[in-house]
């Protein structure tokens, strides 16, 4: 199971770090992305973090901007969002893929956390 947190509101160039916690699996056995959704539009990719050795890779809008990371001690995925952006106000969600690879599409990952809502005023 996963449980994100961390959304509020922001100003545009503020930041905000979500965190993406797991119960109830080993957390190791799983790479876990982060998406986004705004109303209308399909769930997009963010980021990623891969099992083992945590490879990452993100999507061309926030690179730069975000970071994900990895705590294994707190069985928690964080991604830190600087310089935010109007445009990345969102519903975020975490999700967990056993896969071995660097994956970016919804049907690639196993299981959903809820999302968390990330709005920033320009």
């Known amino acids: 199971q996963l449980q994100a947190s961390g959304g509020g509101a922001v100003q545009a160039g503020g930041t905000l770090r979500l965190s993406c916690t797991a119960s109830?699996?080993?957390?190791?056995?799983?790479?876990i992305g982060w998406f986004r959704q705004v109303p209308g539009k399909e769930r997009e990719f963010v980021t990623t973090i891969t099992r083992g050795t945590d490879r990452t890779s993100y999507a061309g809008s926030v690179k730069g901007r975000f970071t994900i990371s990895r705590d294994r001690s707190e069985n928690t995925v964080f991604l830190q969002m600087n310089a935010l952006k109007a445009e990345d106000s969102a519903v975020y969600y975490c999700a967990g893929s056993s896969s071995w690879e660097i994956v970016t599409t919804t049907s690639d990952y196993d299981f959903w956390g809820q999302g968390t809502l990330v709005t920033v005023s320009s």
């Open positions: 109830g699996i080993t957390f190791d056995d799983y790479a």
